[in-house]
């Protein structure tokens, strides 16, 4: 029997669509449900390796692991890995398909509508509920016409929809009143109810706007979601986490890490921030690394040329090279690893072309090539085994001391002291054993404990909220 399928759709971005879609596959496979996360196009530079092959947005992967199913590229067909401020590359079924600015791209939106439906459909012959999460607001009515990740995919598909509304963003009740007035009747009909997400404080209070909300629109409540602590455990989707004001703990342990303009799959970091004595402490621009860290980390990035001319604009390779110089730690992470050599070259144009002269810490040589390295992968460092994965483009090769390697193959090199290292190998921090072994070369504990377990944990008590404030029975009945 074909899949029921219902939509989670937003009054605007980080609504929390993508923590409440993991949080409803988490509690709907619970009751027995095989169920699948859909996102019909993503845009993200934090991508992850389907186990099928290709790039997904890190988001579905975390909504397939909520699932208890294999990530897989019908979950993303469409993402979309920003390079600048209005070009983007475009990633189809988990592949490269090319590159588009935005105006270009909004063009080409129609051509990708049959290739989305496609893969819903295949998703819904293997699930009992797939459940879909819109990018956006529906209520945008300038890129209506273009449309495939809202409306635009919703109406074509019947699939009914959710409206999710963040409180704590103040304005709720306007949003979602605005949203409603914004679509046409039978966009309108397709929602069947609202979810208030991220409420503080005595949810009674907000009965009334309940009843305007439902005066307005017509719209039921499916239940008003308080703000969860346990979200903070699960990995987040969009660099814009990284800029809202957060206080640190302050740690044994002081890791800094600068905040490039095209920032890739930070989440590399979190497994890191969760330790006890250790302070992951995010640098923006016009602001020095902190003298006082004992690491640097320079993390992935969806343009390495362009991030590393940004960084020395910002004199942040002046302050590496007094931290290597006063005995600290440096680790580059993709893109990152890619600038600790002598030079990115990008004769095949990848990047734009040209060449780089970079910082210079490795003896190392990065030539950017159109082939992409994509991956799940085993991986061997500091005498203990991990895994992790590889999205990139390029190949780094010099005379410097394996850090990583995989059967013979490299994936990693290390300055002789040991103090500079990089890898290609993304996640390489969820393994206990292996951020153990790293932690104490830099006389830090750890707790060893395996990241994905966290997640797990955090996905259920994220299940186990929304049982108790949503109603699961009406949301699975007004999907269709």
């Given at each position: 029997?074909?899949?029921?399928?219902?939509?989670?759709?937003?009054?605007?971005?980080?609504?929390?669509?993508?923590?409440?879609?993991?949080?409803?596959?988490?509690?709907?496979?619970?009751?027995?449900?095989?169920?699948?996360?859909?996102?019909?196009?993503?845009?993200?530079?934090?991508?992850?390796?389907?186990?099928?092959?290709?790039?997904?947005?890190?988001?579905?992967?975390?909504?397939?692991?909520?699932?208890?199913?294999?990530?897989?590229?019908?979950?993303?067909?469409?993402?979309?890995?920003?390079?600048?401020?209005?070009?983007?590359?475009?990633?189809?079924?988990?592949?490269?398909?090319?590159?588009?600015?935005?105006?270009?791209?909004?063009?080409?939106?129609?051509?990708?509508?049959?290739?989305?439906?496609?893969?819903?459909?295949?998703?819904?012959?293997?699930?009992?509920?797939?459940?879909?999460?819109?990018?956006?607001?529906?209520?945008?009515?300038?890129?209506?016409?273009?449309?495939?990740?809202?409306?635009?995919?919703?109406?074509?598909?019947?699939?009914?929809?959710?409206?999710?509304?963040?409180?704590?963003?103040?304005?709720?009740?306007?949003?979602?009143?605005?949203?409603y007035h914004l679509l046409p009747p039978e966009e309108q009909a397709?929602?069947?109810?609202?979810?208030?997400?991220?409420?503080?404080?005595?949810?009674?209070?907000?009965?009334?706007?309940?009843?305007?909300?439902?005066?307005?629109?017509?719209?039921?409540?499916?239940?008003?979601?308080?703000?969860?602590?346990?979200?903070?455990?699960?990995?987040?989707?969009?660099?814009?986490?990284?800029?809202?004001?957060?206080?640190?703990?302050?740690?044994?342990?002081?890791?800094?890490?600068?905040?490039?303009?095209?920032?890739?799959?930070?989440?590399?970091?979190?497994?890191?921030?969760?330790?006890?004595?250790?302070?992951?402490?995010?640098?923006?621009?016009?602001?020095?690394?902190?003298?006082?860290?004992?690491?640097?980390?320079?993390?992935?990035?969806?343009?390495?040329?362009?991030?590393?001319?940004?960084?020395?604009?910002?004199?942040?390779?002046?302050?590496?090279?007094?931290?290597?110089?006063?005995?600290?730690?440096?680790?580059?992470?993709?893109?990152?690893?890619?600038?600790?050599?002598?030079?990115?070259?990008?004769?095949?144009?990848?990047?734009?072309?040209?060449?780089?002269?970079?910082?210079?810490?490795?003896?190392?040589?990065?030539?950017?090539?159109?082939?992409?390295?994509?991956?799940?992968?085993?991986?061997?460092?500091?005498?203990?085994?991990?895994?992790?994965?590889?999205?990139?483009?390029?190949?780094?090769?010099?005379?410097?001391?394996?850090?990583?390697?995989?059967?013979?193959?490299?994936?990693?090199?290390?300055?002789?002291?040991?103090?500079?290292?990089?890898?290609?190998?993304?996640?390489?921090?969820?393994?206990?054993?292996?951020?153990?072994?790293?932690?104490?070369?830099?006389?830090?504990?750890?707790?060893?404990?395996?990241?994905?377990?966290?997640?797990?944990?955090?996905?259920?008590?994220?299940?186990?909220?929304?049982?108790?404030?949503?109603?699961?029975?009406?949301?699975?009945?007004?999907?269709?």
């Amino acid at each position: 029997m074909t899949a029921k399928a219902l939509m989670l759709q937003g009054t605007g971005s980080d609504v929390g669509k993508s923590v409440l879609v993991a949080g409803l596959a988490r509690a709907f496979t619970r009751r027995g449900l095989r169920v699948m996360p859909f996102k019909p196009q993503n845009m993200s530079n934090n991508a992850a390796v389907a186990e099928d092959g290709g790039e997904i947005g890190r988001a579905q992967w975390l909504q397939a692991i909520a699932a208890e199913v294999q990530p897989s590229v019908h979950m993303n067909p469409v993402l979309l890995k920003p390079e600048s401020d209005t070009g983007a590359q475009i990633i189809v079924h988990g592949k490269f398909y090319g590159r588009a600015e935005a105006k270009v791209y909004q063009e080409r939106k129609a051509e990708l509508l049959g290739k989305v439906i496609s893969s819903f459909e295949h998703l819904k012959s293997q699930a009992d509920l797939v459940l879909v999460e819109g990018a956006g607001s529906p209520a945008e009515v300038n890129l209506r016409a273009t449309d495939i990740a809202n409306m635009g995919f919703a109406l074509p598909t019947n699939t009914p929809v959710a409206l999710v509304g963040d409180i704590n963003r103040g304005g709720v009740i306007a949003a979602i009143a605005g949203t409603y007035h914004l679509l046409p009747p039978e966009e309108q009909a397709l929602i069947k109810g609202v979810i208030i997400n991220q409420f503080r404080g005595d949810v009674r209070l907000f009965d009334g706007g309940l009843t305007a909300i439902t005066e307005q629109t017509g719209w039921p409540c499916f239940g008003v979601v308080p703000f969860l602590r346990a979200v903070r455990d699960l990995p987040a989707e969009d660099a814009v986490v990284l800029e809202q004001d957060a206080k640190s703990r302050t740690g044994k342990l002081k890791v800094a890490v600068p905040m490039l303009p095209r920032i890739a799959n930070f989440d590399d970091l979190d497994p890191l921030a969760a330790e006890e004595d250790v302070e992951v402490v995010m640098v923006p621009p016009g602001k020095p690394l902190p003298r006082d860290a004992g690491l640097i980390i320079l993390p992935g990035s969806k343009a390495t040329i362009a991030d590393l001319r940004f960084l020395k604009a910002e004199g942040w390779h002046h302050d590496l090279h007094a931290h290597v110089r006063a005995g600290g730690h440096v680790l580059g992470i993709c893109g990152g690893y890619q600038m600790l050599g002598d030079v990115v070259q990008d004769p095949d144009r990848v990047e734009g072309g040209g060449e780089e002269e970079g910082l210079g810490l490795l003896p190392l040589t990065t030539i950017l090539t159109p082939h992409k390295a994509v991956r799940n992968i085993s991986a061997e460092a500091l005498g203990v085994l991990l895994g992790g994965y590889e999205i990139h483009a390029g190949v780094t090769k010099g005379d410097a001391r394996a850090f990583m390697t995989k059967a013979g193959e490299v994936l990693g090199h290390q300055s002789a002291s040991g103090r500079v290292m990089g890898t290609y190998v993304h996640g390489l921090f969820q393994t206990g054993a292996f951020r153990q072994q790293f932690l104490d070369q830099l006389n830090t504990a750890s707790s060893a404990e395996d990241f994905h377990a966290r997640i797990d944990v955090a996905l259920d008590a994220l299940a186990d909220a929304l049982e108790k404030h949503l109603d699961l029975d009406a949301l699975y009945a007004a999907s269709r």
